[in-house]
Antibody, heavy 120, light 109 residues
């Protein structure tokens, strides 16, 4: 079955750019939407945005000015960049595949998550 | 604050039925999906659409919707159901963005 794996630096300095990659295995990245979701320690889930394999994106309005997502179908990967990070961006970052139905969407499967800490 | 509102905590006696709710304007026209998250683990999809369970999710989990409220019901709660539960749906902006509820901590007594 499809599996997702996040990768990237676990420590990022304040004001710098957080960069993560999600590698999809066991299936093709094509013809699906893919999302990034984060969770600060002890808090709830926050949807960051989504990307289609054509490159079309939608971002959470609260993060839109700092987020860039991209996709590399040749590598079966998609990526997240979050600029000008602060301590408030410290969180576990998850990638997930998006599916759609009639008047609904869902995230499945999810990656295991990767902790990114913003600290000098 | 989230556009989807969940009770922070709910408890249920072992073997009894519990309903976890999610309120939001977008739920009048869009179904919620529900996720179970145990400590240190990634969320797992348990219900999507009108009332659909992914393969491997026990049939004691069910979903329903009425007005601006979506519900996740666990009929005959088991100890292993103790977890955080999150709902997800569209936001109310009309821009096809998504939002999660704040989560409900379920304790099985």
């Amino acid at each position: 079955q499809v599996q997702l794996q996040e990768s990237g630096p676990g420590l990022v300095k304040p004001s710098e750019t957080l960069s993560l990659t999600c590698t999809v295995s066991g299936g093709s990245i094509s013809s699906y939407y893919w999302s990034w979701i984060r969770q600060p320690a002890g808090k709830g889930l926050e949807w960051i945005g989504r990307i289609y394999t054509s490159g079309s994106t939608n971002y959470n309005p609260s993060l839109k000015s700092r987020v860039t997502m991209s996709v590399d179908t040749s590598k079966n990967q998609f990526s997240l960049k979050l600029s000008s990070v602060t301590a408030a961006d410290t969180a576990v970052y998850y990638c997930a595949r998006v599916s759609f139905g009639v008047a609904t969407n869902w995230f499945d499967p999810w990656g295991q998550g990767t902790l990114v800490t913003v600290s000098s | 604050s989230s556009e989807l509102t969940q009770d922070p905590a709910v408890s249920v006696a072992l073997g009894q039925t519990v309903r976890i709710t999610c309120q939001g304007d977008s739920l009048r026209s869009y179904y919620a999906s529900w996720y179970q998250q145990k400590p240190g683990q990634a969320p797992v999809l348990v219900i999507y659409g009108k009332n659909n369970r992914p393969s491997g999710i026990p049939d004691r989990f069910s979903g329903s919707s009425s007005g601006n409220t979506a519900s996740l019901t666990i009929t005959g709660a088991q100890a292993e159901d103790e977890a955080d539960y999150y709902c997800n749906s569209r936001d109310s902006s009309g821009n096809h963005n998504w939002v999660f509820g704040g989560g409900t901590k379920l304790t099985v007594l």
